[in-house]
């Protein structure tokens, strides 16, 4: 079974310096891992994603995020905060092929989320 | 690109009525569309895997009597809920997946608040 820890419910940073936050994995073989941010009563939107490649994995609105097979993790990165930047951020993991077998199993598994404030 | 829309996006109704919530792919067709819910301060929960033209996949522990799925097309997917009960109020939240030339990504729709008076 594949699953994401999101280790902090909460973040709190100042605007301008830089924020992190973190994502940890477990699944068979190679993952698909995602970050997606949603803001009050909206949908999540897709911020960036890790298929193959670079481990460093630039997305939108300055994120960035870095994958590290050792240690099973896909933190979220940016190097100044914005006060505009707080939101509700999920980290999400799916199976590569040949691991998974189709139907259900294209589904993602989300952290519980974790929450980021960015105080101006 | 990669545009998911769902319709309503804020219902209210009455315990025992039904309910119909529309998600679209605007500029992309989808095999497969998902439907999450998502209660207050806490993660996405997915309740099924919608596939185009056959039936829907549903994850445990979730009626499918109760929460029915049809996916008629590749760009439509609907959840009906079916004799609605207060403790159904939620956020429903549908995506689509787009797969194929090195890509495999869901993208959200903005989400429906359901609340059952």
């Known amino acids: 079974a594949q699953s994401v820890a999101q280790p902090e419910d909460q973040v709190n940073v100042a605007e301008g310096n830089p924020l992190t936050v973190k994502c940890t994995y477990s699944v068979s073989g190679n993952p698909y891992l995602f970050w997606y941010v949603q803001y009050p009563n909206r949908g999540l939107q897709f911020l960036l994603k890790y298929i193959t490649g670079d481990n460093l994995v630039k997305g939108s609105y300055g994120f960035e995020a870095e994958f590290n097979k050792s240690q099973t993790s896909f933190h979220l990165k940016k190097p100044s905060a914005l006060v505009s930047d707080s939101a509700l951020y999920f980290c999400?993991?799916?199976?590569?092929?040949?691991?998974?077998?189709?139907?259900?199993?294209?589904?993602?598994?989300f952290g519980k989320g974790t929450l980021l404030t960015v105080n101006p | 690109g990669a545009v998911v829309s769902q319709h309503p996006s804020r219902v209210i109704c009455k315990s025992g009525t039904s309910v119909k919530i529309e998600c679209r792919s605007l500029?992309?067709?989808?095999?497969?569309m998902f439907w999450y819910r998502q209660f207050p301060k806490q993660s996405l929960m997915l309740m099924a895997t919608s596939n185009e033209g056959s039936k829907a996949t549903y994850e445990q522990g979730v009626e499918k009597d109760k929460f029915l799925i049809n996916h008629a097309s590749l760009t439509l997917s609907t959840l009906t809920v079916t004799s609605a009960h207060p403790e159904d109020s939620s956020f429903y939240i549908c995506?689509?997946?787009?797969?194929?030339?090195?890509?495999?990504?869901?993208?959200f729709g903005p989400g429906t608040r359901l609340t059952v008076l």
């Open positions: 500029d992309f067709q989808a095999t497969t």
């Open positions: 999400a993991v799916r199976a590569q092929w040949p691991f998974y077998s189709g139907g259900s199993n294209y589904k993602l598994t």
């Open positions: 995506s689509a997946r787009v797969s194929g030339s090195g890509t495999d990504t869901q993208y």
